[in-house]
């Protein structure tokens, strides 16, 4: 087994019939490098195998072996595990920062159980963080908590699967916070005056089954939707402008647009430059880490999510 190294940090992502995997490495105190990247293909569907309370454990051993091969020599120390939201519980939930602690917990299990249904929240791995903090109507201050959620039986069958790599830990994230980590790294390279009028980064993810909506402001995370109907640029726009009314951002705080996922035609964004009066750019996370020893990525925009996850150690 390879010595574990702070400075390699691993992650994949599970979308469709595609598992993703890239490993960044870091000198001497340097931007994190693509050390290397892939794409493993399945004749089914991951998530229907392995994200599902009711997967397939049959397909489990085929994955193992796959990513093994894949990354069964990194000297990362732990996994990042990047999923998109239909496959996860991803939810925010404001609670009052006056609350004490003890508090927060239960109060943040209450919601838990409402948004998953389950009948203890014991059935469920839970990781939650608190993304920002503001004022009510009255001035009391209160925190957003982002919710990541996964049956246990996923958790136990992840662990099986990363169970054949070196690092034994892993974590989860949801792809809307870890492509809002490449965004930052984006903009960490500076801005036009105009874009710091406009403080907010909005990020689409266009999936076959879902489209994703990751906010930043000022580089920070800051609220994430998802929807399932949004299918057509125009219904994608549409969401687009309902999610940030939810959240009390204006359309003209909106300074950088960037699209991430799978077959990707930029040119479809149309509806998108108009209601925000820029066009929108592929977000490719090779700007931030560099290409790869085989070169650049075969599809840039689909490695936004993993390569953000792996970015986390980082930041």
Not at 128 to 155: I, N, Y
Not at 247 to 256: K, S
Request: hydrophobic share 40%; net charge negative; proline share 7%.
């Amino acid at each position: 087994m390879p010595t574990m190294d702070d400075s390699v940090s691993a992650a994949l992502s599970i979308q469709g019939d595609a598992l993703r995997f890239v490993e960044l490495r870091r000198q001497d105190g340097d931007e994190p490098r693509l050390a290397r990247a892939g794409t493993l293909r399945f004749p089914f569907d991951l998530g229907e195998a392995l994200l599902r309370e009711d997967g397939t454990s049959s397909h489990l051993r085929r994955v193992r072996e796959a990513l093994a091969d894949a990354l069964g020599d990194t000297p990362a120390r732990t996994l990042q595990v990047a999923i998109h939201p239909p496959d996860g519980y991803s939810f925010f939930t404001p609670i009052s920062s006056d609350v004490p602690v003890r508090d927060r917990k239960r109060q943040l299990l209450q919601q838990t159980a409402l948004v998953t249904g389950v009948r203890s929240t014991k059935e469920l791995h839970l990781t939650s963080e608190t993304v920002r903090t503001t004022q009510d109507s009255e001035g009391e201050p209160f925190m957003w908590v982002h919710v990541l959620a996964v049956p246990d039986a996923v958790d136990r069958r992840m662990g099986d699967l990363v169970g054949a790599l070196p690092p034994r830990e892993y974590t989860w994230i949801v792809s809307s916070e870890a492509v809002s980590r490449v965004t930052a790294r984006i903009e960490r390279a500076g801005g036009s005056a105009e874009e710091a009028l406009r403080p907010y980064t909005l990020v689409v993810g266009q999936y076959p089954t879902h489209t994703e909506y990751a906010l930043s402001r000022n580089r920070d995370w800051y609220h994430a939707h998802y929807a399932e109907e949004a299918r057509s640029p125009e219904n994608r726009a549409y969401f687009a402008v309902g999610f940030l009314n939810r959240v009390g951002v204006p359309l003209d705080g909106v300074g950088r647009l960037f699209v991430y996922g799978v077959d990707l035609d930029v040119g479809a964004y149309a509806p998108f430059e108009q209601i925000f009066g820029q066009a929108p750019e592929v977000l490719d996370p090779v700007r931030v880490v560099g290409a790869g020893p085989e070169g650049p990525l075969d599809a840039p925009g689909a490695f936004a999510p993993c390569v953000g996850a792996a970015m986390g150690s980082y930041l």
